[in-house]
């Protein structure tokens, strides 16, 4: 069985500073994985996926991944936090038929001026 | 390049009227098609997928309904609408083994 679980519901910095959004997964076989933000009444834009090629993903806006399989984590970061980066961001894994992906209950990122 | 509609933007019913939402596909063939809801302050529910014409996969017991009447038109429909039905309502679209292309979304409220 897929699952995923953020570890944060929220998450507040200040402008400029580093982003790290954190994203456990549960998976019985090699996952895809995918992060995607949400602005507010707006539909999902993927970030970035892990699809077993480089642990290490780069993303749109800056931001960026690990696959990190003995951890069985795949945190976001960003270097530096901008205000536009003030969002609801969901971890997903996809489910190895293609069919189903399993969102995780969201990350709300606050950026302080 | 793909688009995705999702009609209408908003809407206001009433407890126990129905519902209609429709989402299409432009620019792609036999999509796979999701509707999702997401409640105030939780994370995505995924409600209907279909990997075809009038192949419809529930993913929870509820009182809404999908149907797929062409290759790349999604709807989703109740009969009586509850108070616990209000919520953002998204569609999705994959070719599969992919990432998910969501719509702009339906904003649904119950009153």
């Known amino acids: 069985a897929q699952s995923v679980t953020q570890l944060d519901s929220h998450v507040s910095v200040s402008e400029g500073t580093p982003v790290l959004l954190r994203c456990n997964y549960s998976?019985?076989?090699?996952?895809?994985l995918f992060w995607y933000v949400q602005h507010p009444n707006k539909g999902l834009q993927l970030l970035l996926k892990y699809t077993s090629a480089a642990t290490l993903v780069k993303g749109i806006n800056g931001f960026e991944a690990e696959f990190k399989k003995s951890e069985t984590s795949f945190h976001l970061t960003k270097p530096s936090a901008h205000m536009s980066d003030a969002a609801e961001y969901f971890c997903v894994v996809m489910a190895n038929t293609g069919n189903q992906f399993y969102f995780g209950t969201g990350t709300s990122l606050t950026v302080i001026p | 390049s793909q688009t995705i509609h999702q009609w209408p933007a908003t809407l206001v019913q009433p407890v126990g009227s129905p519902l209609s939402l429709e989402c299409t596909v432009e620019g792609t063939s036999n999509p796979n098609l999701y509707w999702y809801r997401q409640a105030a302050g939780r994370g995505l529910q995924l409600l209907f997928y279909s990997v075809g014409i009038g192949q419809i996969s529930s993913e929870v017991p509820q009182n809404l309904s999908a149907s797929r009447p062409q290759d790349r038109q999604f709807i989703l429909s109740s009969k009586k609408l509850l108070l616990s039905d209000s919520g953002f309502y998204l569609c999705a679209w994959d070719r599969g083994l992919s990432q998910q292309y969501f719509g702009p979304g339906t904003r649904l409220t119950v009153t």
């Open positions: 998976s019985s076989y090699s996952p895809s």
